[in-house]
C-alpha cells in the first residue's frame, strides 16, 4: 500500500512538472511571437552601439535577415517571459516548502525579476565599450564587416549573461534560507568573493577595465554585501 502511494505521488509530481513545462513553453511561444513582429525595432535598438565609422552590418545570405529576426523572437521571448518562467518553478517547489518559507516566494521573484531586468540594462550601456575593445584587434587597413547573425547571437548572448549574471543574489539567499549556506560561512570568504567577483568581471566585459569590469564589479559585490546582511538579520 505505502509502494503504492508513493508510485500515486511520484506520477501526480511528475505529471505537475509535465504541466508547468507545458505552460513555460506556451509563455515563450507568445512572446516570441511578439518577438518577432517587434525584430526591426529591436534591430535598430541592437545597432546603436556600434561605433559610428570603421564598422558595417552585412547581410550574407538571402535568409539570413530571416533567421535574426527568428533568433530575436527566441531571446525576446525567454526574456519577456522570464516572470511566467520563475513563477512556474517557484510553483513548483513551493509543496515542498514550509509555511515560513512559501511566504519568500514573492519577495523573492520580484527580486529575481527586477535584478534580470536590471542586468540587460547594465549590459546594454556596456556593450559600447565590449565592441571597441574588441574592434581595437581590427588590422590596419581593414574594415570590420560584421555579419548580421553573427552581431545580433554576440550581442543576445551578452545581455542574457547580464542578466543570469545578476541572478546570484537570489539564489544566495535562497540557498541560506535553506540551511546550505550560512554567515558566519560567507562572511569569513569575503576575499574569496572579492575575487571571483573580479575575474568574471574581466571575462564577462571584455574592453575597458575601469570603465566595463570595475562597473560591473562593484555592482555585483553590492548585491553580494546587501545579501550577505540580509541573512544576518534573517537568519535560516
Known amino acids: 500500500m505505502r509502494d503504492d502511494e508513493a508510485t500515486m505521488s511520484l506520477l501526480e509530481h511528475l505529471e505537475e512538472l509535465r504541466r508547468r513545462i507545458i505552460i513555460i513553453a506556451l509563455a515563450i511561444l507568445a512572446c516570441a511571437v511578439a518577438g518577432f513582429f517587434l525584430a526591426e ?8 552601439p556600434l561605433p559610428a565609422q570603421g564598422a558595417e ?3 550574407f545570405s538571402v535568409a ?15 526574456v519577456l517571459a522570464m516572470p511566467v518562467i520563475l513563477f512556474e518553478i517557484w510553483a513548483f517547489v513551493t509543496p515542498g516548502l514550509t509555511r515560513g518559507e512559501r511566504r519568500l516566494v514573492w519577495p523573492l521573484l520580484g527580486a529575481a525579476v527586477v535584478l534580470f531586468a ?7 550601456l556596456l556593450i559600447p565599450v565590449a565592441i571597441n575593445f574588441l574592434l581595437g584587434f581590427s588590422l590596419p587597413g581593414v574594415q570590420a564587416l560584421l555579419g548580421l547573425s553573427e552581431y545580433v547571437g554576440f550581442i543576445t548572448t551578452f545581455l ?31 576575499r574569496y568573493a572579492i575575487l571571483v567577483i573580479a575575474l568574471f568581471a574581466v571575462v564577462i566585459t571584455p ?22 546582511q540580509l541573512i544576518r538579520m534573517l537568519g535560516r
Open 41 to 48: 525595432p529591436i534591430i535598430i535598438l541592437l545597432r546603436a
Open 57 to 59: 552590418l552585412i547581410q
Open 64 to 78: 539570413e535577415a530571416f533567421g535574426v529576426q527568428m533568433q530575436i523572437a527566441l531571446m525576446s521571448g525567454l
Open 118 to 124: 536590471g542586468g540587460i540594462v547594465l549590459g546594454y
Open 160 to 190: 542574457l549573461a547580464f542578466g543570469l549574471a545578476l541572478e546570484f543574489p537570489v539564489v544566495m539567499y535562497l540557498l541560506a534560507r535553506l540551511g546550505i549556506l550560512s554567515y558566519a560561512f560567507l562572511s569569513k570568504r569575503r
Open 207 to 228: 574592453g575597458d577595465i575601469v570603465i566595463g569590469s570595475a562597473t560591473l564589479a562593484i555592482i555585483m559585490y553590492g548585491l553580494f554585501e546587501i545579501t550577505l
